[in-house]
């Protein structure tokens, strides 16, 4: 069967509806989504579900029997993975296979013990940095939920070298060039104030990780996962590679490097010649 998604919020209702009646899964991951609807573990629950609504879009003309693997960077208690599992491969017979890495190890551990209580076996979780981890796999998507600060980054580096066909992230926080904005570019009587300087920074991260994977030969849209009102980190970036275009062009991405001189870390995962 090819799932037809018609409406967001249906769809939306519908994952939401399946995962609630997964109570061995729901169990297993500790996620107690009755217990208070402003509570973290349901905050989460609405982030994946989110998430999961647009990897639906993707396997809207998916065949079926081929293998689609995954790679969750930053996969934490891999929330996301077991869930898009228990979706595509227990609700509509997909057949996938995910791998989760995480630099903490604990996490790791975890997340095998739920796998083999859950058995299932189309899992592996691997401990590692996401710019060391080297799947056995060839890589469909790459995806990342809230990997925090420059992880993102790596997730999108990682995603680009492993040529996967899509890389989908909702970043976490924006760090990296937040003090950069201070002065010296076209719009310091915007960023002169902290509250609009931190809200510029997070503009700013994700246009030039938009651009970067635009110039490394991805189509880019932006989305929001859930309401601003469940998280303000509900932006997600969706890439799909596009067919045969292998050379980098990354004037966009270096005229906004340029303006802001933000020295973006994306570049420093390649061998390119600085700008
Ligand atoms: C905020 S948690 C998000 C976890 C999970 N994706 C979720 O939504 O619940 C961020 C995770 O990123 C991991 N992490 C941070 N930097 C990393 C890196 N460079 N490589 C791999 N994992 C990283 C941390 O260990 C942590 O588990």
Do not use: P, T, W
């Given at each position: 069967m090819v799932y037809s998604v018609t409406n967001r919020d249906e769809t939306k209702k519908y994952i939401?509806?399946?995962l609630r009646s997964a109570k061995e899964l729901l169990r297993a991951l500790s996620l107690d989504i009755d217990k208070t609807e402003c509570g973290?573990?349901?905050?989460?629950?609405?982030?994946?579900?989110?998430?999961?609504?647009?990897?639906?879009r993707i396997f809207e003309t998916t065949p079926q029997n081929k293998e689609n693997v995954f790679l969750d960077c930053s996969c934490g208690k891999s929330y996301l993975s077991f869930a898009l599992n228990y979706i595509l491969s227990k609700r509509f017979s997909f057949v996938t296979f995910f791998y989760g890495v995480d630099s903490n190890s604990v996490?790791?551990?975890?997340?095998e013990q739920i796998k083999n209580?859950?058995?299932?076996?189309?899992?592996?979780?691997v401990h590692a940095k996401i710019i060391d981890v080297i799947p056995e796999k060839p890589i469909d998507i790459v995806i990342s939920l809230h990997a925090c600060d420059t992880a993102t980054d790596e997730t999108i580096a990682k995603g680009i070298k492993l040529g996967a066909k899509y890389i989908i992230v909702v970043p976490c926080c924006e760090n990296q060039i937040r003090n950069r904005l201070k002065d010296g570019h076209p719009l310091v009587g915007l960023t002169e104030f902290g509250l609009l300087?931190?809200?510029?920074?997070?503009?700013?991260t994700e246009a030039l990780r938009a651009q970067f994977l635009t110039g490394t030969g991805y189509v880019v849209k932006l989305v929001e996962i859930t309401s601003p009102r469940n998280t303000p980190k509900n932006l997600m970036i969706v890439a799909r590679k596009k067919k045969g275009n292998k050379e980098f062009n990354l004037d966009e991405y270096n005229?906004?490097?340029?303006?802001?001189?933000t020295e973006f870390i994306l570049k420093d995962y390649f061998q390119l010649e600085k700008s």
């Open positions: 939401a509806d399946e973290r573990d349901f905050k989460k629950f609405n982030e994946v579900v989110g998430f999961c609504e647009q990897i639906l996490l790791i551990d975890r997340c209580s859950l058995g299932y076996e189309n899992m592996q979780f300087r931190y809200r510029f920074a997070d503009i700013l005229k906004l490097n340029e303006m802001f001189h």
